[in-house]
């Protein structure tokens, strides 16, 4: 294909869509990114800094606290020891790369949309075109979760777990102005150190706790 009727095209495009934005304020977008839910994104836990109520030595050991998770133990999301790398993932990856490598199925969204080129006259792209167009738009809008090692601290078992947040080292809409948000948690089974006052004084105990992680992002407006 010669390249400047693609590139002709790809400005068309970026084009029809900037007028979009006119008709109503992220309107475009919203129908291939939703907006996310309102409980994200996720709040950090704040913990009583009192060394009182962290574990102490005999409180910790391996054996014990495996037997306790059981099967919730994820080798993939959870460490006992620091790992070496503290990025996972695609949080090294360049924006070229990022945008190469939109994951899962393509948006219906997406795959739905119709084109017209103005070369001369007005008409439909060929189906290559057509596909590149929209292998292009998905690309561009596509919101990876970037996934990190976080030290939770000595009240949790196991102490390192991987979370995820937003990859927002561009916008993801033509015309720029919309950021990739937290659309979508999901939870894994962790135990935490809780401190109880009771009669007789502190009474502590590892218990499960349900932990939540960014596993979703979605292109939406910045307000």
């Not at 078992?157 to 993801?172: A, D, E, I, Q």
Request: a positive charge.
């Amino acid at each position: 294909m010669d390249n400047s009727y693609y590139f002709l095209a790809m400005s068309m495009l970026v084009l029809s869509l900037g007028l979009r934005i006119e008709e109503g304020m992220c309107q475009h977008y919203y129908l291939l990114r939703p907006i996310p839910s309102d409980t994200l994104p996720i709040v950090e836990l704040k913990e009583d800094p009192d060394p009182v109520l962290d574990p102490k030595e005999r409180d910790l050991n391996e054996t014990e606290l495996r037997s306790t998770l059981g099967s919730h133990f994820d080798p993939h999301f959870m460490s006992i020891t620091p790992p070496e790398d503290k990025y996972s993932g695609n949080e090294d990856l360049s924006d070229s790369e990022i945008r190469q490598k939109p994951s899962g199925a393509m948006p219906k969204e997406i795959k739905a949309m119709e084109f017209e080129i103005q070369h001369g006259k007005k008409h439909k792209p060929s189906k290559k075109l057509r596909r590149r167009l929209q292998l292009w738009l998905w690309s561009y809008a596509f919101c990876p979760v970037v996934y990190t090692w976080n030290d939770l601290g000595n009240r949790f078992w196991p102490r390192y777990v991987k979370v995820g947040s937003c990859y927002n080292k561009r916008s993801c809409s033509v015309p720029e102005g919309m950021v990739c948000k937290p659309a979508k948690s999901a939870h894994f089974t962790i135990l935490r150190w809780r401190c109880l006052q009771r009669k007789g004084g502190l009474k502590c105990a590892w218990i499960p706790i349900q932990y939540p992680i960014i596993s979703e992002c979605k292109c939406s407006c910045t307000n």
